[in-house]
């Protein structure tokens, strides 16, 4: 075969797989999202509105304004906004989210599979952290002002190790980045990480730590 001919086919097979590995660009200024048609051909993405009918709105959201509702087992909520729901982020490869934790909320432990995110802690004091492919853990106690960033792909998760209610936001490169969620069961196979993850919490926020207690299945 030309030598040429196999340099050039090596090439376009990996400007495709980078190409598949990251949203696409945009070919445009901005492409909001046509959220009044019914989807007919089904893309990676959304269909655009018309450009004449672009208008600021567009691109302003209060989606991510109030709290979420805390009042679950857990003691946390996450609203995350994609393309779908905020129209201008259409084809700008990001979307973004609210964490709210009550007094000892949890986020288990879950992954993006399509994004990088970064996660700022608005309010309070969180501890966060993620866990790589060797199975190690990296965690740290964010304060007021801080920034944790969790990989893509990578299981990571987030505790309120404060005395008061936690907000953070966070900012995803893909405006569709997915959550696979881990049931206990599959994450309770590994009792000595879970129990690190545990103790570390209790070393920061002391004994008040009952329901944490129920999360951690005996």
Do not use: W
Not at 61 to 69: F, V, Y
Not at 109 to 136: M, Q
Not at 164 to 185: D, K, L, R
């Amino acid at each position: 075969m030309n030598p040429t001919l196999v340099f050039f086919i090596i090439i376009l097979c990996s400007t495709s797989i980078s190409i598949c590995l990251a949203d696409n660009d945009n070919l445009q200024d901005a492409c909001p999202t046509n959220t009044t048609v019914t989807r007919m051909v089904f893309i990676n993405g959304f269909p655009c509105k018309n450009p004449s009918s672009i208008s600021s709105a567009d691109f302003m959201t209060s989606n991510l304004k109030h709290a979420g509702d805390t009042d679950n087992f857990l003691h946390s909520s996450v609203n995350i906004v994609t393309a779908a729901d905020f129209p201008g982020l259409n084809t700008l490869g990001l979307s973004i989210a609210r964490t709210d934790h009550d007094l000892d909320g949890m986020v288990m432990p879950h992954s993006h599979p399509r994004a990088t995110e970064l996660f700022f802690v608005r309010k309070g004091i969180v501890l966060a952290g993620f866990i790589d492919t060797n199975n190690t853990l990296f965690e740290s106690l964010i304060n007021e002002g801080d920034v944790f960033l969790f990989p893509r792909g990578l299981l990571h998760f987030c505790m309120n190790a404060g005395y008061e209610p936690a907000i953070a936001f966070s900012v995803m490169n893909s405006q569709n980045p997915g959550v696979v969620s881990i049931g206990g069961a599959v994450f309770e196979t590994d009792k000595l990480l879970i129990d690190k993850i545990i103790r570390r919490l209790i070393s920061v926020r002391g004994t008040n730590m009952a329901n944490f207690s129920k999360i951690h299945i005996q």
